[in-house]
């Protein structure tokens, strides 16, 4: 058994989710004259990959410690929504679907393609990576309720669409882009297709049913597009925790690791090792499948 990494690196140069505490890190002591090298770190929990906890947005639900192995581990689908979903653009269940198997309680990992917008990416964009990523509707947090999933990943800023949260209200040029856009493609303004009573939706209507997310995946997430294999979750044991950094990986079988790690030879990688560049997928055969088909 051979591990697929699909967490970010996380340094200083992370951004956290916008008006979060970013990482700070110093040394407090140095191998010459104190023996050791030590660092401080400061930092919320919304910085780098990170899982939300049910109390992020749910008083009574459950901290992070009390998150067993069992449900932060299991079967997964990784879907690919890059070849359907732009910027400020909805995704739906059927979209899912359409490119690979859910079976009821999986993990679902979702890549829009925006963690190339990431800033460990030579194609970074912090804007587009906070502000521009594609999200769903309530449509798609009611058939996720029905497929009982586990929890969801997304390899963007959030797991809401970004004009579904404050920052609406913060980045109004962009809000204005939004609005154009939804009144061109889905016929309503931004306010009458997100109005007040699905803010937020993804956090508010979903962590109350145990259904949390882990957001700012990346990594090599591009080699297991529209795949299914096991992943697991793995923040601190935090008593109290709301949410937690975390680190987030893909298990495969030691024949597939070798058929994953040739193609991924073809690519152009990060310095960190990760596959880089917006069109990466597609220029080295790891892009979308067809809408019909579906990989187990």
């Given at each position: 058994m051979?591990?697929?990494d ?9 951004p956290?989710?916008?008006?979060y505490?970013?990482l ?6 140095r191998l ?7 660092q401080?770190?400061?930092h ?12 992020h947005?749910y ?16 079967p997964?689908?990784?879907v ?6 732009g ?16 079976k ?6 979702i890549?829009?393609g ?8 030579p ?5 587009s990576?906070?502000?521009k990523?594609p999200?769903p ?7 996720a ?6 929890w ?18 913060w980045?109004p040029?962009q ?5 154009a856009?939804?009144?061109?493609k ?9 109005d007040?009573s ?11 049913h ?13 080699l ?9 979750c ?10 937690c950094?975390a680190?987030?990986v893909?298990?495969?079988d030691?024949?597939?690791y070798d058929a994953?790690?040739?193609k991924?030879?073809?690519?152009k990688l ?7 560049g917006a ?18």
């Amino acid at each position: 058994m051979k591990f697929i990494d699909l967490s970010i690196p996380i340094g200083i140069g992370t951004p956290a989710w916008p008006t979060y505490e970013p990482l700070q890190m110093k040394y407090f002591k140095r191998l010459a004259p104190n023996g050791a090298n030590g660092q401080l770190l400061t930092h919320s929990n919304h910085v780098g990959t990170h899982l939300d906890g049910e109390i992020h947005f749910y008083t009574p639900g459950k901290d992070i410690a009390d998150l067993k192995l069992d449900y932060l581990t299991g079967p997964a689908a990784i879907v690919d929504l890059s070849d359907c979903c732009g910027a400020y653009d909805v995704y739906t269940s059927k979209m899912v679907e359409e490119r690979v198997e859910v079976k009821t309680g999986d993990i679902l990992i979702i890549h829009t393609g925006f963690h190339h917008f990431g800033w460990d990416q030579p194609t970074a964009d912090e804007i587009s990576y906070m502000v521009k990523h594609p999200g769903p509707d309530r449509e798609f947090a009611v058939w996720a309720k029905k497929k009982k999933l586990k929890w969801i990943g997304v390899d963007c800023g959030s797991a809401d669409h970004p004009m579904n949260t404050i920052i609406r209200d913060w980045m109004p040029r962009q809000a204005r882009q939004a609005d154009a856009h939804f009144k061109q493609k889905y016929g309503k303004s931004l306010a009458e297709f997100y109005d007040d009573s699905k803010y937020q939706l993804m956090h508010l209507e979903m962590f109350n049913h145990g259904i949390i997310h882990a957001e700012c995946l990346g990594g090599d997430i591009d080699l297991l597009l529209n795949q299914r294999c096991e992943v697991g979750c793995f923040p601190w044991r935090l008593v109290e925790g709301e949410s937690c950094i975390a680190r987030i990986v893909a298990y495969v079988d030691d024949k597939r690791y070798d058929a994953l790690m040739k193609k991924k030879a073809r690519c152009k990688l990060t310095k960190w090792g990760d596959i880089a560049g917006a069109k990466a997928e597609a220029l080295h055969g790891l892009g979308p499948a067809k809408k019909s088909a579906k990989k187990k």
